[in-house]
Nanobody, 123 residues
Framework: QVQLVESGGGLVQAGGSLRLSCAASGRTFTNYFMGWFRQAPGLEREFVAA???????NYADSVKGRFTISRDNTNNTMYLQMNSLKPEDTAVYYCAAGSGYAAYTNRVRYAYWGQGTQVTVSS
């Protein structure tokens, strides 16, 4: 059974940084893509960033240059380094994974999801 567990969320002031982690277990994640999505109150869940097993990445325009996605394939762990945080980055952040070779932005491509971690950026 695949499990994805996020950690690292919290409260930070605007301009600050946070690093989210996603620990994956339950299978071998070779040739799986992994991504981060977020959902703010009253809004739909939106794509943030994704990374393939081989290292290709994709970012939402709103986070390009501020967020960096990385993976430790040895430990099946994914990270999201978030710098220069803004109040509009406030949301629940979800880790997700799926089988394939592209860094998909569409959430329907992702078969597995974590429970989410809250990120709150104060102004």
């Amino acid at each position: 059974q695949v499990q994805l567990v996020e950690s690292g969320g919290g409260l930070v002031q605007a301009g600050g940084s946070l690093r989210l982690s996603c620990a994956a277990s339950g299978r071998t994640f070779t040739n799986y893509f992994m991504g981060w999505f977020r959902q703010a109150p009253g809004l739909e869940r939106e794509f943030v960033a994704a990374r393939t097993w081989s290292g290709s990445t994709n970012y939402a325009d709103s986070v390009k240059g501020r967020f960096t996605i990385s993976r430790d394939n040895t430990n099946n762990t994914m990270y999201l380094q978030m710098n220069s945080l803004k109040p509009e980055d406030t949301a629940v952040y979800y880790c997700a994974a799926g089988s394939g070779y592209a860094a998909y932005t569409n959430r329907v491509r992702y078969a597995y999801w974590g429970q989410g971690t809250q990120v709150t950026v104060s102004s």
